[in-house]
């Protein structure tokens, strides 16, 4: 088992910056594939930004390329997510994953992901 906390989250002015953090404990975080997702109201859950395990490949939504930066420090056992230049579409709840497979991340295979966090709240004002 893999448990996941988010933090981080909060309200910030259109324009302005918000680092998330996942911390994990349990097995050995550095063998899983990480994913930052994303959910507002109404909407589907839908992936922001993806890591593989040994930090070689990422992925990234197409809304969110050039201001989020995924990152990982195996170390700490803690994911990152550092989003800058914020929009208000991009306000949601924001879930911390961990899969085995870094496809099903990617691919958004949300009932195939092993491991969610409890989800943080980013509410980003006009």
């Known amino acids: 088992q893999v448990q996941l906390v988010e933090s981080g989250g909060g309200l910030v002015q259109a324009g302005g910056s918000l680092r998330l953090s996942c911390a994990a404990s349990?097995?050995?975080?550095?063998?899983?594939?990480v994913g930052w997702f994303r959910q507002a109201p109404g909407n589907e859950r839908d992936v922001v930004a993806a890591?593989?395990?040994?930090?070689?490949?990422?992925y990234y939504a197409d809304s969110v390329k050039g201001r989020f930066t995924i990152s990982r420090d195996n170390a700490k056992s803690t994911v990152y997510l550092q989003m800058n230049n914020l929009k208000p579409e991009d306000t949601a709840v924001y879930y911390c994953?961990?899969?085995?497979?870094?496809?099903?991340?990617?691919?958004?295979?949300?009932?195939?992901?092993?491991?969610w966090g409890q989800g943080t709240q980013v509410t980003v004002s006009s």
């Open positions: 994953a961990a899969d085995g497979r870094f496809s099903d991340i990617v691919r958004r295979l949300l009932t195939s992901i092993a491991y």
């Open positions: 890591l593989n395990w040994n930090g070689d490949s990422t």
């Open positions: 349990g097995r050995t975080f550095s063998n899983y594939n």
